[in-house]
Every structure is written in structure tokens, then in C-alpha cells.
């Protein structure tokens, strides 16, 4: 019997790839891997798996962020956009670069205004609020309706990360995920890295929910 391990992540693998991966993982019959389950199934009959993909979008419109803001997009970021564009799976399972008609790369603030959760920002220190909002940098989301959302973000340094977000459980953001971020002690992550870590993140849910695997 094959081993739904092969599903998850290689060690160095590219964006590119993760999407291949995760789209043979829709094209799958899971009862190769599971003979517990006595019936056929592919993910692929599930529209809530879905994967699309979005429009490229003009390097113009990087370049327009870059000289207000004085922030230099990635270079792995800027070719994904530029050349590939964003993609997104399902309606709320993970979504890279959508919602264009927001902040090409909105800050904390304005990403918690976008999801809904404005009234947040009044809970974070002034402080910590306006060096956030100068450092971070958001262009994905991950299960934006689940209790533990992740909000992917770029920083001003160049590197990339995920932030937990647990709108229920206000002292782990405020007290844990926030101030790590705040003293750079925060996981990072390369695009390929981050990428290839939500796609996981997705397959291992999708099991979870159809009972495949505890």
C-alpha cells in the first residue's frame, strides 16, 4: 500500500513544485492509501478543494508599493506575481495574493481591517503597533475561517513568516505571536519554505476532516 506521506513536503522544494504536489494529491485515489476505507474517493470531486489561479499582475504596480512605501518586495515574491500570478484553494482554505482591490501589500493594521478585525488594533501597544506596521507585510492567507487562522507576510528584511491569528484566544496573540514578532525571534521562513509548509498544512487538514488520518 502506498504511504499518503509522499504527499507532504521534500526537503528544498520550490513553490512550483509544492502546487504540483498538492495537485496530485487532488488527482489521488485515497483508497491506495488507506484500505481502512472500504470506498473510492478523490479530492478532486470536492469543489472546496479546488485549486485556481489569478492573473499576473504588472510589475508596475510592485514598483508603485516600493516607492511609497521605500520597502523592497522580494525578489522570489515579485517573480511569482509578475510571472505566474497568485492562486487560491477553495473559498477558505488558503489564498496567495487575493483581494486586489485592498492594499497591494497591506500592513497589520490594514489586514486585520480587511478580515474583519479592526477593532483589534486597539488592543496593541502604540508602539508595537506602528513598528508592526512598518515591518510586516501581508499577501496570504490560510484557513481565514477557522479559530487559528495564518496570516502570511513578508518583512521589511526580506524574509518570510506566518502569523497566527486566534481571534478567541486574545493573550496568545497579544502576549506570544506579536511580541515575537515585534523582537524578530518569529519563525522565518524562504517563499518556497512558507509555501511548501501551507500546502502541507492543507493536505493534512483535508485527511483530518474526511477522517483519513487523526
Known sequence: MKNYKTFLAPKDEVWQQAVDRYNLFREAEMQEYFSMKD?????RDNRA???SFAPKISPAIIADFEIRTGVNVPDG???MLCTHGGFKIGEGILDIFGGRDQAVFPN???TFAKYGYAGFTTKIGSGMLKSLNGFYFFFGISFPES???SFLYFTKAGNFGKMLFAPQNENLVLKKVLPAMFNGS???FTLDGLISN???RVIINALTVKGYID
Open 108 to 110: 497589520l493594521e490594514q
Open 186 to 188: 518569529s519563525e522565518k
Open 198 to 200: 501551507q500546502i502541507d
Open 77 to 79: 515574491l515579485t517573480d
Open 49 to 51: 478543494y479546488d485549486l
Open 147 to 149: 479559530e487559528e487562522m
Open 39 to 43: 470506498y473510492s474517493y478523490n479530492f
